[in-house]
Antibody, heavy 120, light 113 residues
Framework: QITLKESGPTLVKPTQTLTLTCTFS??????????VGWIRQPPGKALEWLAL???????RYSPSLKSRLTITKDTSKNQVVLTMTNMDPVDTATYYC????????????WGQGTLVTVSS | QSALTQPASVSGSPGQSITISCTGT?????????VSWYQQHPGKAPKLMIY???NRPSGVSNRFSGSKSGNTASLTISGLQAEDEADYYC?????????????FGGGTKLTVL
């Protein structure tokens, strides 16, 4: 059974750096074709893809946010970490991590999401 | 403004069929067969309903089907049930030069009357 769970701060101040951790089980991020991505959703708004890391450490980023994002993995801990710099109130959103396996940016298992509020 | 265009809302009565459209361009929907659809109930995480335009993951009802024509993808739900009431999002793989990306639609709220 594949599960993912996001963790991190619920409140960050403008200009701070956000660090989110996705802890997963039921699959290995060293298996060929497997990836973990991050997607966010501002309150009442649409989904927005942020980043994706593959089993071979290949990384992809949203072109509009690329300069602010870093995604890394720790295969031994079954974790993927996303950092986003220079946070702004418009970054307030629920952040999801999600699994993909040979599905090319399509995500078949999602975490429950974590709401991050950016406010001073 | 989302990259893919969906109607804001659709509605239907139990037992009826509805179709949700998702319009993009030749750089995304029209250029690749990597269109997916997600169902999201209030306060819940999205659930993958369709991938690769028309494939259903294991466990998804065959009342859900997907198709594509040109730059527009469609999700059809037949035999509407109350539990189908949710928000639906389409997404498409897109690539330009060396940049890979995935774009989402703005979402469609399905109301079962």
């Amino acid at each position: 059974q594949i599960t993912l769970k996001e963790s991190g701060p619920t409140l960050v101040k403008p200009t701070q750096t956000l660090t989110l951790t996705c802890t997963f089980s039921g699959f290995s991020l060293s298996t060929s074709g497997v990836g973990v991505g991050w997607i966010r959703q501002p309150p009442g708004k649409a989904l927005e893809w942020l980043a994706l890391i593959y089993w071979n450490d290949d990384k992809r980023y949203s072109p509009s946010l690329k300069s602010r994002l870093t995604i890394t993995k720790d295969t031994s801990k079954n974790q993927v970490v996303l950092t986003m710099t220079n946070m702004d109130p418009v970054d307030t959103a629920t952040y999801y991590c999600a699994h993909t396996d040979q599905l090319l940016f399509q995500f078949d298992y999602w975490g429950q999401g974590t709401l991050v509020t950016v406010s001073s | 403004q989302s990259a893919l265009t969906q109607p804001a809302s659709v509605s239907g009565s139990p037992g009826q069929s509805i179709t949700i459209s998702c319009t993009g361009t030749s750089s995304d929907v029209g250029g690749y067969n990597y269109v997916s659809w997600y169902q999201q109930h209030p306060g819940k995480a999205p659930k993958l309903m369709i991938y690769d335009v028309s494939n259903r993951p294991s466990g998804v009802s065959n009342r859900f089907s997907g198709s594509k024509s040109g730059n527009t993808a469609s999700l059809t739900i037949s035999g509407l049930q109350a539990e189908d009431e949710a928000d639906y999002y389409c997404s498409s793989y897109t690539s330009s030069s060396t940049l890979e990306n995935v774009v989402f639609g703005g979402g469609t709220k399905l109301t079962v009357l």
